[in-house]
Nanobody, 124 residues
Framework: VQLQASGGGLVQAGGSLRLSCAAS????????MGWIRQAPGKEREIVGV???????RYADSVKGRFTISRDNDKNTVYLEMNSLKPEDTAVYYC???????????????????WGQGTQVTVSS
């Protein structure tokens, strides 16, 4: 499975961005898709995931501001980011796993496939 993330950029605090992650080489509808970010000097953080059945889960840090959705016809997962804060600045990666379960979704080691990342910078 190959993942290609896009849509990053520079935005002012309070603004919005939508990231996309296109998947190829696998059966997309069988994959649970996650978004993970890494800020400079910090450990990676799982932002959220959307299970193959379409149920999303979010980290507390983004709950109410970020929305994950998927389009199985387009083999694409989206991360809609609103009310962005400077602390949201990071490289955002999409990742996928065919066997993700609730108890393991916050473990980045569970994700078998990773995209290359897209930079999001939020200015104050």
């Amino acid at each position: 499975v190959q993942l290609q993330a896009s849509g990053g950029g520079l935005v002012q605090a309070g603004g919005s961005l939508r990231l996309s992650c296109a998947a190829s080489g696998g059966t997309f509808r069988r994959l649970s898709m996650g978004w993970i970010r890494q800020a400079p000097g910090k450990e990676r953080e799982i932002v959220g995931v959307i299970f193959r059945g379409g149920v999303p889960r979010y980290a507390d840090s983004v709950k109410g501001r970020f929305t994950i959705s998927r389009d199985n016809d387009k083999n694409t997962v989206y991360l809609e980011m609103n009310s962005l804060k400077p602390e949201d600045t990071a490289v955002y990666y999409c990742a996928a796993d065919a066997n993700l379960i609730l108890s393991s979704l916050w473990n980045e080691g569970e994700y078998d496939y990773w995209g290359q990342g897209t930079q999001v910078t939020v200015s104050s």
